[in-house]
């Protein structure tokens, strides 16, 4: 048996084991959102370059057919077979075609490279194609340097790499290392092949930066600010970093790779060869720079991931130098590593589908609570479609679909093959900025579908409709047992232009209001798909509640009682419109606090609390809050006015008020002041 037979048996099994998890399980992660890159197809997007759409829409045209999911993963799916390949044609080059097996099976047996970016779609498996394409076409350039049309293709890959993904940036960094660090390599300086390579990428690259001139460096900046400022020293974000590398790796093959390191840096670099000298080249600026920025903020634990790719090779040699040297326990090590991505993913796919390893509360393995089910994504969606659907919402004529999230808006425009119908209705509507016209939505009523682990309410859209109705609320069933509560809203008549565009995580402001007789031009709002600020008129509504509260009370009891939200800093809890963790009513005129009139108000068909209203533990923000509020507008408080005298307050600074006290944020919405519950 040759290894160019073993090589290529093992390429074709593993695509074939690929194939059938990509057809076994719905869309997870940010899959449904690159689905959505496939319908709007564009010169690039707010969060990625464009090939993965690209990907996306070719397996799309050529397998949708059969099934969106398994077209959409379908291209993924045969890049990473291609991955393959030139692992093994990068390793063969300079340790043999024996190592390129090991290193090839390495490479298949990683559980984010083999078991996620090989079977889902996502950036990172073009990026891995691309990256792994532009090392082979470098060596082979480095070996003949006077050949441009070998550059040339050097620029074609590096531009496909850019077209991935940003880390593709990092592929010049290693080269000037390498030149760097080998002196006699620098003679390819002299020759026009690397700035033909350059320009090349470059040029490939024009589309993204289009993109962005048009948009206002929207995605630059977007990612450029993710890695955030240096703010001190934190070693558990470097340990926790380092620890999801081992996972994400599995914890032999990450083993393997330290071994190798460790033994390349106590030689030296003058005494390595010019292949390992590449290759840790080619390493280095993509785990020095995420894990060095680890040890201030808290990265993506699949940043520094593609930095390992290049130390594959070495690893490849070191497993067939070990099989060499003791046989017998080598093959058992290389199995037991090769099974532990087989059974994940084995035990992935029937959790999905049947949810063998939930119990009764639906907890998996009777530890992690439904939320944190990794499967969930892959069953929620497609019983939320089926029940809109059911309710005959999906073809309702003047009627579009929207959700808090833009990962969920984008999983329910997949589920109900409405893409051009759904919206995000957030101040972090990421690629949904660009994909609809805020003015498209005005005149329509809207569709709120909440699962019950996001955190905005249905009245925190109150300002924008004419008013909100519950339609209905259903679980998320899976092998019999209740996961998760969904709940739908209609909301009647949008008569105000949501402020479509990325502000980062927090709180989104409130329609402003105009003052009498101001006859300027409102002001600009988000960017439609076209990158052009649109204007709307700032005008103030007070919402209608919810049917089903009960509406007699007092003028004078109704008009000091406000909602007030506490909430923990952005980065523990996920982004919305208004981020709630503890709810409750502030008195404005005696800093008191119910919680019952809050739990009333927001959803009168739970049931009502039976702790007491007043929480001595809350009171101290109440009063502080209470205090600010007559800062702001102390003569018309203390006038003991009606309530539709408070618009005279400063809604700048009332519509959305924070004040923070030991890392929390309590903000006061004056949205609702008129017509509360009892």
């Not at 026009?192 to 948009?215: E, K, Q, S």
């Not at 509406?551 to 923990?568: H, K, L, N, T, V």
Request: proline fraction near 7%.
């Amino acid at each position: 048996m040759t290894a160019r037979w073993l090589l290529w048996s093992l390429i074709a099994v593993a695509t074939a084991l690929r194939m059938l998890c990509a057809s076994s399980v719905g869309a997870y992660s940010n899959e449904a959102y690159y689905y959505m890159y496939a319908q709007h197809l564009d010169l690039s997007y707010f969060d990625h370059p464009p090939m993965v759409g690209v990907v996306s829409a070719l397996g799309l045209r050529l397998m949708g057919s059969v099934a969106p999911i398994f077209g959409l993963r379908f291209g993924f799916v045969l890049l990473f077979a291609g991955s393959s390949w030139l692992m093994a044609k990068l390793t063969a080059r300079w340790f043999g075609s024996r190592a390129a097996i090991t290193a090839t099976l390495a490479l298949n047996t990683t559980i984010f490279f083999g078991l996620v970016s090989g079977i889902i779609a996502s950036p990172d498996g073009p990026l891995l194609f691309f990256w792994l394409l532009t090392l082979n076409r470098l060596a082979l350039a480095l070996e003949k340097p006077e050949d441009k049309s070998v550059w040339w293709t050097v620029g074609l890959a590096w531009g496909g790499a850019l077209l991935s993904k940003y880390h593709a940036v990092l592929l010049p960094v290693g080269f000037a290392l390498y030149l760097l660090l080998r002196p006699s390599a620098r003679r390819c300086l002299r020759m026009p092949g690397p700035y033909l390579a350059t320009l090349t990428g470059l040029i490939l690259f024009t589309p993204v930066i289009v993109w962005n001139v048009r948009h206002g460096s929207a995605s630059f900046l977007f990612q450029g600010g993710r890695v955030g400022g240096f703010r001190g020293l934190q070693p558990a974000t470097w340990v926790e970093a380092l620890v999801a590398q081992a996972l994400l790796l599995s914890p032999g093959i990450f083993a393997g790779l330290v071994i190798v390191s460790t033994k390349l840096l106590r030689r030296g670099y003058k005494t390595w060869s010019n292949p390992e000298l590449f290759l840790v080249c080619q390493a280095v600026p993509g785990l020095v720079l995420f894990l060095g920025v680890a040890t201030f903020h808290r990265i993506m634990p699949h940043w520094p991931q593609i930095g390992f790719v290049a130390l594959f090779p070495l690893l490849g040699e070191a497993l067939l130098k070990r099989l060499e040297i003791a046989p017998v326990r080598a093959r058992r090590e290389i199995v037991a590593i090769a099974i532990t991505p087989a059974m994940l993913a084995f035990v992935f796919v029937i959790q999905a589908q049947s949810g063998l390893f939930q119990d009764k509360q639906g907890r998996l393995f009777g530890l992690l609570p439904p939320s944190a089910d990794p499967t969930i994504d892959t069953v929620r969606w497609n019983q939320i479609a089926r029940e809109l659907k059911t309710r005959g919402l999906l073809n309702e004529p003047n009627t579009y679909l929207f959700t808090d999230y833009w990962l969920f808006s984008a999983e329910l425009a997949m589920a109900t093959q409405k893409p051009w119908s759904v919206a995000c209705f957030n101040r972090d509507a990421r690629s949904f900025t660009f994909w609809s016209d805020p003015t498209e939505w005005v005149g329509r009523d809207g569709i709120f579908v909440k699962v019950d682990n996001t955190y905005t309410e249905a009245l925190s859209y109150s300002p924008w409709f004419t008013r909100i109705e519950p339609l209905a609320e259903f679980p998320i069933v899976r092998a019999g047992v209740p996961l998760q509560t969904v709940r739908l809203y209609r909301c009647v008549r949008q008569t105000d232009l949501f402020p479509f565009g990325y502000q980062g995580p927090g709180l989104i402001p409130r329609p402003e209001p105009r003052k009498r007789g101001d006859l300027s031009r409102p002001k600009r709002v988000g960017n439609c798909r076209h990158g052009k600020g649109l204007r709307r008129h700032h005008r103030w509504r007070n919402p209608t509640v919810e049917p089903g509260a009960n509406q007699a009370q007092s003028q004078d009891d109704r008009q000091f009682w406000i909602p007030c939200y506490q909430r923990r800093p952005w980065k523990s809890a996920p982004t919305s419109v208004l981020p709630v963790w503890n709810r409750a009513l502030v008195n404005i005129r005696t800093g008191d606090t119910d919680l019952d009139r809050l739990g009333r108000m927001t959803n009168p068909s739970e049931p009502q609390p039976t702790s007491p209203s007043h929480r001595p533990e809350r009171d101290h923000r109440a009063r502080r809050t209470h205090r600010r509020l007559q800062t702001h507008g102390s003569e018309t408080i203390e006038g003991n006015p009606p309530a539709r005298s408070l618009k005279a307050l400063d809604h700048e600074h009332l519509g959305i008020d924070r004040v923070r006290r030991n890392g929390s944020e309590f903000g006061i919405d004056v949205g609702v002041m008129e017509n509360l519950p009892r």
